[in-house]
């Protein structure tokens, strides 16, 4: 074989890899970007007891939602063009359940980057940014659950309009979607897959965060790892883009026990990406298990291990600039069971 038959053979792998030169050379560069001191100070207004436990649709939940889109715009990130304004309105009544308490309207709130080559393509990155409340006079503060979540989509947001203003942004578009009524039944994730802003046919995967700031019992001596569940029941191409960006980039130990089909938490059913995972939508759940803080008081900014919580938000960035840069969507080749 000839050395110039080789070299092109050898520029043709590369260009052939799910990655291209470009992405490779940035990736890191932004991925960065995401600290461990911008969660944190993110995370004590969100969870403070300023927001009074961030129940749905009360006034410490809207208040959160305002600071939300207050970095946002900080950051020079507007809501989609298609959209009316950054809110899509959740009514009470679609979130109305039997023997539950009546809710009042509540939100969602949408962020959006526009892709460069495939705009009509949408990931979607969500994070519920409601709570429980307050229960006889105490501030239930959700900074885990999912005050950690919400943040990291905040910091993803920014690193992508960072390399979007450095003339790197993606190549397909990414909305950020906060939503709402989580904690009384996936009802803002519900309400938006009913009542898409774009076709669920152009939404090629949701990566879903909720709790990622703290680690639970069964990690106590070491808190380098992320439970991951869902990445293969629709896509093997998800999954796998998940553990090489991971391996390239990361390094957090990916744990899969709770993806286990007999599992007897069946946390797949129990946060807002099963609602897109529903539609044939390939997702992610990002998951830290959970403690004893969980939906209790105790669940505070103090508590989360802000280093563990960049890290894991960087593998959700990483793995989004993955999707959203490669030649080609992650294929549907498997039922979601």
């Known amino acids: 074989m000839n050395k110039l038959l080789l070299l092109s053979l050898s520029c043709l792998a590369i260009s052939c890899g799910s990655t291209n030169t470009k992405n490779k050379d940035y990736v890191s560069k932004y991925m960065n970007t995401i600290t461990a001191d911008d969660l944190k100070t993110h995370l004590y207004i969100v969870a403070s007891d300023e927001m009074q436990g961030r129940n749905t649709g009360e006034e410490g939940q809207k208040k959160a939602g305002k600071y939300l889109i207050s970095q ?53 990155i969500s994070a519920h940014y409601d709570h429980v409340g307050m229960k006889n006079g105490e501030i239930y503060n959700g900074a885990d659950d999912d005050g950690s979540g919400t943040v990291a ?20 578009s990414i909305l950020f979607l906060h939503v709402t009524g989580e904690e009384h039944g996936l009802h803002g994730s519900r309400y938006y897959s009913e009542h898409p802003l774009f ?16 680690r639970d019992d069964d990690h106590k001596d ?23 960006a991971n391996k390239k980039y990361v390094n957090l130990q990916l744990d899969y026990r709770y993806n286990e089909r007999n599992d007897p938490n069946q946390f797949y059913y129990r946060s807002d990406h099963y609602n897109f995972a529903k539609k044939g939508i390939p997702i992610i759940f990002y998951f830290n298990g959970v403690h004893a803080d969980y939906h209790q008081p105790t669940d505070t900014p103090d508590k989360i291990e802000y280093d563990l919580l960049a890290k894991r938000a960087q593998l959700a960035f990483v793995t989004a600039w993955e999707l959203a840069n490669r030649d080609e969507r992650p294929v549907v080749d498997k039922d979601g069971k």
């Open 222 to 244: 070491d808190g380098n790892y992320v439970y991951v569940i869902g990445s293969d029941r629709l896509s093997t191409d998800l999954h796998n883009i998940n553990e090489e």
């Open 72 to 124: 946002y715009k900080a950051n020079d990130i507007s809501y989609p063009k298609a959209a009316e304004g950054w809110y899509q309105t959740v009514p009470s009544e679609f979130m109305r359940r039997p023997f539950s308490p009546k809710l009042n309207d509540s939100e969602n709130i949408w962020a959006f980057i526009e892709g460069t080559e495939k705009p009509e393509e949408i990931l979607i």
């Open 153 to 172: 989509l905040l910091e993803i947001a920014q690193a992508f309009m960072k390399a979007k203003k450095d003339g790197h942004g993606p190549k397909r």
């Open 199 to 214: 076709p669920v046919a152009n939404t090629i995967t949701d990566l879903n965060i909720d709790m990622i700031g703290r």
